[in-house]
Nanobody
Framework: QVQLVESGGGLVQAGGSLRLSCAASGIIFRINTMGWYRQAPGKQRELVASITSGGSTNYADSVKGRFTISRDNAKNTVYLQMNSLKPEDTAVYLC?????????????WGQGTQVTVSS
């Protein structure tokens, strides 16, 4: 059974930082692509950042230069370091596992963690 457990969300003032973690179990973590998504009230879910098994990263334009995704295969964990947070970053942040490539035969989601940025 695949489980993804996010943590690290909370309330922070604009300009502050948070570090999200997503611990995975039930999968061979190192072969999968991991992603962080977010969904704000009334908006569609959007990709924030992703990282492949080889460490290649991809970011949404809105977070480039402020957020950093990383992974620790020994701990089966993916991280999202969020700096210079803005009120528009407020959302539920969800972790997703996909893979392995090229067919990505499965995908699983975590339950999400709330991030609230006050102005």
């Amino acid at each position: 059974q695949v489980q993804l457990v996010e943590s690290g969300g909370g309330l922070v003032q604009a300009g502050g930082s948070l570090r999200l973690s997503c611990a995975a179990s039930g999968i061979i973590f190192r072969i999968n692509t991991m992603g962080w998504y977010r969904q704000a009230p009334g908006k569609q879910r959007e990709l924030v950042a992703s990282i492949t098994s080889g460490g290649s990263t991809n970011y949404a334009d809105s977070v480039k230069g402020r957020f950093t995704i990383s992974r620790d295969n020994a701990k089966n964990t993916v991280y999202l370091q969020m700096n210079s947070l803005k009120p528009e970053d407020t959302a539920v942040y969800l972790c997703k596992v996909m893979g392995p490539p090229p067919s990505y035969p499965y995908a699983y989601w975590g339950q999400g963690t709330q991030v609230t940025v006050s102005s």
